[in-house]
């Protein structure tokens, strides 16, 4: 059984770039969520796949996206990044017996 | 909508002391209940979970109890170590349509761990 694995662990990006951060799933887990935590907040929810489509988002702007593919990895897409964009980006992968996380990709933007 | 209130941190313990921290929550239906653990610099790992009323969830001497009649989920340890040193967050998942899973997060509650 794997885990969930996040790629990459950290990156600096400038105001205005985009950025793209990806998520493999845990074997037998076809849901995956994305979470923002600002150092020293909990994780605020970004938005959710399941089998390949969006079914639930939280209150962020339209330049999130993502996206999930066949084999239930996904990617998180942030466009014209802000200085309040650095933060640890988290993934987690659920089944009926519960989520996985990774161990985030931690963005700084300068 | 649902909602989960930690108690506010940071709580400071010397070793061997016994532990609570607070939880409490708002929610439709029946949710399961969570505690997660992040140790500094690290991501998010499930420390335990409790799926129904009166479940009880346990690993490494930290305890939990889902109580419906007082909406709360409590973690307790009995004597905790410096290892323990980290961020504790209560969280809850309901089941809604669309098989939507998000997980509801409370603000975290950091414990430091003297020796």
């Known amino acids: 059984e794997t885990g969930v694995t996040q790629s990459p662990t950290h990156l600096i990006k400038t105001r205005g770039q985009q950025v793209t951060l990806r998520c493999s799933s845990q074997?037998?887990?076809?849901?995956v969520s994305w979470y923002q935590q600002a150092l020293g907040q909990g994780p605020q929810f970004i938005f959710q796949?399941?089998?390949?489509?969006?079914?639930g988002r939280g209150n962020f702007p339209p330049r999130f996206s993502g996206l999930q593919f066949p084999n239930y990895s996904s990617e998180l897409n942030v466009n014209a990044l802000e200085l309040d964009d650095s933060a640890l980006y988290l993934c987690?992968?659920?089944?009926?017996?519960?989520?996985?996380f990774g161990s985030g990709t931690r963005l700084t933007v300068v | 909508g649902n909602s989960v209130t930690q108690m506010e941190g940071p709580v400071t313990l010397s070793e061997e002391a016994f532990l609570t921290i607070n939880c409490t929550y708002t929610?439709?239906?029946?949710?399961?209940l969570f505690w997660y653990v992040q140790y500094p610099g690290e991501g998010l790992q499930l420390l335990l979970k409790?799926?129904?009323a009166d479940d009880k969830g346990s690993n490494k001497g930290f305890e939990a109890t889902y109580r419906k009649e007082t909406t709360s989920f409590h973690l307790e340890k009995g004597s905790v170590q410096v290892s323990d040193s980290a961020v504790y967050f209560c969280?809850?998942?309901?089941?809604?349509?669309?098989?939507?899973?998000?997980?509801?997060w409370g603000l975290g509650t950091s414990l430091a761990v003297n020796p």
């Open positions: 987690a992968s659920s089944g009926d017996y519960g989520y996985t």
């Open positions: 074997s037998g887990h076809n849901t």
């Open positions: 796949y399941y089998r390949e489509e969006e079914n």
């Open positions: 929610a439709t239906g029946y949710p399961s």
């Open positions: 409790a799926t129904k």
């Open positions: 969280a809850l998942s309901g089941r809604n349509a669309g098989n939507n899973r998000k997980l509801i």
